[in-house]
């Protein structure tokens, strides 16, 4: 089973510009989260979505927002990029959005640096 | 509010010895699950072992075990027979099962010395 990815590997913006962020989870998984991860802050919940629908959020600008597909796949978009924005943005699905031994699978990454 | 500390940022091992990671987390919650992720220097993140926190026998996953204190609410992931593929950022997590969303601490960075 082909494990998530997430596309592109590699990006690079400028300040004030916009940017939309890939993912696609492992085949079945319907939960999609997403972090960002930066030297010293470690990885910071942005958001969940599960059957199309934000199921949680955590403490981002509204500049930050996401969707999700009828095929799970997630797209997260940034508008207004500031300096501080570049980080590393990983992906992760899970076949549920609540309950037990539910297991997030993360994706590659995708380095976001803003210039 | 959810937290989780990692307050080693880096620690080193020889191969094949022992070593242990701290970890620690505050929550209000009586379940909870707790786990540990790797993350080698390709970044792909990858779950290392998992605690229930109705659980009182520590998980153990071939040389990773851990050492769960709810009440001092200590998670601490032990590495034996250190291997040089054990070099890796290491995260511990904290997640509700009523919700998707993890709390990670802000990492451990370990290297293994040949």
């Known amino acids: 089973k082909a494990g998530v990815t997430q596309t592109p590997r590699y990006l690079i913006k400028t300040r004030g510009q916009q940017v939309t962020l890939s993912c696609s989870p492992i085949?079945?998984?319907?939960?999609v989260s997403w972090y960002q991860q930066t030297p010293g802050q470690g990885l910071q919940f942005l958001f969940e979505?599960?059957?199309?629908?934000?199921?949680n959020k955590g403490n981002f600008p509204g500049r930050f927002s996401g969707r999700q597909f009828s095929n799970s796949r997630s797209e997260m978009n940034v508008s207004t990029l500031e300096l501080g924005d570049s980080a590393l943005y990983l992906c992760a699905s899970s076949l549920r959005s609540t309950g037990g031994k539910n297991e997030q699978f993360f994706g590659p990454g995708t380095r976001l640096t803003v210039l | 509010a959810q937290t989780v500390t990692q307050s080693q940022p880096e620690m080193s091992v020889q191969e094949a010895e022992t070593v242990t990671l701290s970890c620690t987390y505050d929550t209000s919650e009586s379940d909870y699950y707790l786990f540990w992720y790797k993350q080698p220097p390709s970044r792909q993140m990858i779950l290392v072992i998992r605690?229930?926190?109705?659980?009182?026998q520590n998980a153990t996953e071939n040389r990773f075990s851990v050492n769960f204190q709810k009440a001092a609410k200590s998670f601490s992931l032990k590495i034996s027979d250190s291997q040089l593929g054990d070099a890796a950022m290491y995260f511990c997590?904290?997640?509700?099962?009523?919700?998707?969303?993890?709390?990670f601490g802000t990492g451990t960075s370990l290297t293994v010395i040949p």
């Open positions: 605690q229930e926190a109705y659980k009182q």
């Open positions: 979505y599960f059957s199309e629908t934000q199921r």
């Open positions: 085949s079945g998984h319907r939960s």
């Open positions: 997590a904290y997640r509700i099962p009523t919700g998707n969303q993890f709390y």
